[in-house]
């Protein structure tokens, strides 16, 4: 299976990381290349001379370099060597220390395999675990009481009395929730800083924010009356952790043919999240993979190539609308020529699939999916996509330059992000090819 | 509907009073919370009732239904380039100093290849400046659609004649409609098929035009510049413009036997006489006229002044410019470099003569006959200019004249030259819009390592920086020989050493990058 240049960018973890790479897609830098079926490796002058080799069946690397960014700069390198000039790579023997790896690879992979399956172990004490369970569950009751009366207030003062608010007006509310145990609700705090002015319908669009908010806490007091899956919902968005252990009995295990339809990534004040977002063949279920990274720490994504399908299973978080899940292994291979594209036939299915997860789940904030037969269409300097129906999405991010170019104006299949008001494309799907938009 | 609610806790609850506004459905949410036991304060009725508008309004979102389709984009009538050049593209692309990218797309345009879509973005974005030529021919019809999206891109969507079938019923609805730069394409066209035609045009229509305009479509004249156009461009003499009648001069000069040309050569006679010779060289004396006859007071010939010159020279100049140097062969009775040694033993105005002569090797248009004159005058300025200024005026002068060749032994002259210095070389290099010959190569690395000897690594990374600048006009000759290149800098482990590696390296990647692409090309269109 061949890789794309855009593929290798989507398995960066950062753009800087696909800027060095760049500069070493000469093969200058590279006194040893090769490659066989299974195996691809070289050696790259540097400060030292790095062994770099990259497992062909899922592009998983390793290299002697003391990058501490995964895959390095030198692995995207090759990588790009490969895409771009498949020529220079001569098939060969691999050396001793890329069967070396190889083998250590196997071993890893199997007792990977080994561990999952044995049972999990118990925890040291359930009763001191029960009575900080308990304690931080008063703590963060205590905290939404307080939160609760500052939503009230904000209310009965006017929301027009945040035009002249700080940044800190918010950040201090945001401090307090996670002092008080709920960094959920936190980080949802801190993003309304960003709404004032920030659009013509700003108030209404903070309104609906904060009443979210109180309905949240209002839902919390009630929480167990709730059925299971709200009940993780809530806790999810207050700021419980799903524990490893919780997530092995509680998750729900999905196998299918998963299509990554795209990534993208958002910064906030404290952390960078990037949503990797695929789509089942079979059973049509979206799955988002999240991977944080602080500061200036690159992502440490899942190994899986924009475009290409995987047969595996996916760990879901418990929720009433799941979404977010897990890889249950840790590197699995893309299938070869597969050309199953899931997704919805139009505009009016995939708001259909929004409002179902809407009411199930009123917190969540994206929602993705692919859509058939949509071509791009543009009414004074607004994009928009437009189904057969002639239902049309707005596009957030201008003119969609690369849809436009590929397509033609032709129909194609876009996989996006929705956030109830625009529609961020992420891939497009055309030609039985994939491409990163 | 939400607007009465978002009215009313902009103000406050506490300033507005009673109850929150009654909504939509979406109350209808909240309704069965107020009728249970919990009381509902009016500042969270106010926010429950705003969650329940958000849920829906999020769940209940209407698609836009009003946008209508955009056309398509036609058909590709031609082959896009072979997916095993499209990496190599990106690289080139990816390139900030885009070094081969216009020779990768020239190679493309050569062999009727397309560029694929996904470089469109890309590409549309480049500047008309340095791609204008080439990327209407490679961007195809998907390239002309998506254009009409690209702010001032009429440039991309220009039109142009098929080179190998002349319609003139074509060429007509061009000149009529199309835009300046299209009207000036296809002048030239006319002026190759029928340049009595391309006259036709320009008379009818040349007063129309903009003055920068009417300049440019006189100089579609060159092309098969004949008496036939003399009374035209007699015409454009007394044209308002300064530049225009400039043009029109040049023009009538370049016609040899035009009535302009021969009275420039009659008094041309008189300008340089010989009075002997000595040694195998010319004794010639300059005579420059301080009085020009009212009748020769046309565009070009009137109150000029020049620092550093007198008003004489200044003529002598004038004059020069609209002579042929082959005239003074004949006239002198001797070869170009007889002339031009000899015109450096005169005495006095030997600066102007020199000056004249590159004047009229650059404006005039190029003839065979004329060629061994250039080496001649790049000599000639080696000897007398002074380096730091007047030198690099001449060369900037003819440099835009030489052919590959010339330029390479201009190359060699400068590093013959008694100053071995920078300013000469780098004035080629800039005025280099031709094909690097391979000679000219083998110079410039003789020039580096004369640079390295003598320790100036920071010269070598400038040259080496300029042929990288340059890089698009290598030929495929010189490519085996740049990467032949070692200089002697390796041994040398300090920063410099290391730099001008790095930039010889960058260089030789490029180099690489276009010999794969020819092979890779040369596979593909097999």
């Known amino acids: ?437 | 509907m939400m607007q009465p609610l978002v009215d009313w806790t902009l103000a406050g609850t506490s300033r507005s009073g009673g109850a929150p506004p009654e909504c939509h459905e979406a109350d209808a949410l909240v309704s069965p919370l107020k009728a249970g036991k919990e009381e509902l304060s009016t500042p969270k009725e106010a926010l429950l009732r705003g969650a329940a508008d958000a849920i829906f309004q999020q769940a209940g979102y209407l698609p836009t239904t009003k946008i209508s389709v955009i056309e398509p984009a036609p058909e590709e009538t031609k082959p896009y380039c072979p997916h095993s050049l499209t990496g190599m593209l990106v690289t080139a692309l990816q390139d900030a100093e885009k070094g081969p990218l216009p020779r990768f797309l020239e190679e493309l345009a050569a062999q009727g290849l397309l560029i694929p879509p996904g470089f469109l973005p890309a590409l549309l974005q480049l500047k008309a400046k340095e791609f204008g030529h080439i990327l209407p021919q490679v961007i195809g019809e998907r390239g002309r659609w998506l254009s009409q999206w690209v702010p001032d891109s009429e440039w991309l969507r220009s039109r142009s004649l098929s080179t190998e079938q002349f319609s003139e019923s074509e060429a007509k609805e061009i000149w009529e409609e199309g835009t300046t730069q299209e009207r000036i394409d296809v002048l030239k066209t006319v002026r190759r098929h029928q340049p009595a035609l391309a006259i036709d045009w320009l008379a009818a229509d040349l007063n129309k035009e903009k003055a920068e305009d009417r300049v440019k479509l006189l100089e579609a004249l060159e092309i098969n510049l004949s008496l036939d156009d003399e009374t035209f461009l007699q015409d454009q003499v007394t044209d308002r413009s300064k530049f225009v009648k400039e043009k029109a001069v040049d023009l009538l000069a370049a016609i040899p036997g035009s009535e302009f040309a021969t009275l420039i050569q009659e008094r041309a006679k008189k300008l340089l006489q010989t009075t002997g010779k000595k040694g195998g060289l010319l004794q010639f004396e300059c005579v420059p006229t301080q009085v020009m006859a009212k009748d020769w007071q046309i565009a070009g010939f009137m109150d000029l002044r020049r620092r550093g010159f007198s008003q004489k020279e200044v003529k002598v100049i004038q004059f020069l410019r609209y002579v042929p140097l082959t005239f003074w062969e004949e006239h002198l009775g001797a070869d170009p470099q007889t002339i031009t040694e000899s015109a450096a033993l005169l005495k006095e105005h030997h600066h102007p003569l020199l000056l004249g002569w590159l004047n009229a090797a650059s404006v005039l248009p190029r003839t065979r006959e004329e060629e061994p004159w250039h080496p001649a005058l790049l000599s000639l300025s080696y000897k007398i200019l002074k380096p730091t200024q007047q030198l690099p005026e001449a060369l900037a002068l003819l440099a835009s004249k030489l052919t590959t060749a010339e330029l390479s032994q201009a190359a060699e002259l400068a590093i013959d030259a008694p100053q071995k210095f920078l300013p000469q070389l780098n004035y080629l290099l800039d005025s280099l819009t031709c094909d690097f010959p391979a000679s000219y190569l083998k110079a410039l690395k003789l020039l580096l390592d004369e640079f390295l000897k003598s320790n100036h690594p920071y010269e070598v990374e400038e040259i080496l920086k300029k042929v990288i600048a340059n890089c698009s006009s290598l030929t495929k000759e010189c490519l085996p020989l740049i990467l032949s290149w070692e200089l002697q800098v390796k041994k040398k482990n300090n920063w410099y050493g290391r730099r001008i590696e790095e930039v010889l390296g960058n260089l030789q990647d490029k180099v690489r990058l276009q010999q794969r692409f020819y092979e890779e090309l040369k596979k593909a269109t097999k």
């Open chain 1, 1 to 437: 299976m061949s890789i794309s240049l855009e593929q290798i960018k989507g398995l960066a973890p950062d753009d800087k990381s696909v800027a060095a790479g760049r500069k070493l897609n000469a093969v200058r830098h590279w006194p040893t290349l090769g490659k066989n079926d299974q195996v691809l490796w070289g050696e790259c002058k540097g400060s030292a001379l790095y062994q770099v080799k990259i497992d062909l069946s899922n592009y998983g690397s390793a290299c002697s370099c003391p990058s501490r960014k995964f895959p390095c700069k030198h692995a995207l390198g090759l990588l790009m060597i490969l895409a771009s000039d498949p020529s220079s790579v001569q098939a060969a023997e691999p050396p001793e220390w890329v069967t070396t790896w190889l083998e250590k690879r196997q071993q890893r992979q199997e007792a990977k395999v080994q561990k999952a399956a044995e049972p999990a172990k118990k925890a040291a004490d359930p009763k001191a675990q029960a009575r900080r369970a308990a304690q931080r569950l008063k703590r963060v009751q205590a905290g939404l009481d307080q939160f609760e009366l500052w939503l009230q207030d904000l209310v009965r003062s006017g929301l027009a009395q945040v035009d002249a608010q700080p940044p800190s007006f918010w950040n201090e509310q945001a401090k307090r929730l996670v002092d008080s145990q709920a960094p959920g609700l936190a980080a949802r705090v801190e993003s309304l800083a960003a709404i004032p002015h920030a659009s013509s319908n700003w108030p209404q669009k903070l309104l609906h924010e904060l009443g979210k908010l109180q309905l949240a806490v209002h839902a919390f007091r009630r929480v167990d009356s709730l059925s299971p899956e709200s009940q993780a919902d809530l806790r999810q968005l207050i700021g419980w952790t799903v524990t490893k252990e919780e997530l092995q009995t509680e998750g729900i295990r999905i196998k299918d043919r998963w299509k990554v339809l795209g990534k993208r990534a958002e910064e906030t004040e404290r952390v960078r999240v990037e949503r990797l977002w695929l789509m089942g063949c079979e059973t049509g279920q979206v799955a988002v993979i999240l991977t944080f990274a602080v500061g200036n720490r690159p992502f440490e994504a899942p190994p899986l190539l924009l475009g290409s399908a995987y047969e595996t299973e996916l760990l879901f978080y418990p929720s009433s609308f799941p979404q977010r899940a897990v890889l249950t292994e840790a590197e699995p291979s893309p299938l070869k020529q597969h050309q199953e594209l899931p997704g919805y036939a139009d505009v009016e299915s995939f708001l259909d699939a929004v409002a179902t997860g809407v009411s199930r789940q009123p917190w969540t904030l994206q929602y993705a999916g692919m859509l058939h037969e949509v071509t791009p269409a543009v009414e004074g300097e607004q994009w928009y996509l437009r189904d057969r129906q002639g239902h049309s999405l707005p596009l957030a991010g201008g003119m969609p330059w690369s849809w436009l170019a590929h397509s033609g104006g032709q129909p194609t299949s876009l996989s996006g992000e929705w956030d109830g008001e625009w529609f961020y494309p992420m891939g497009l799907f055309f030609n039985e090819k994939f491409r990163a938009l």
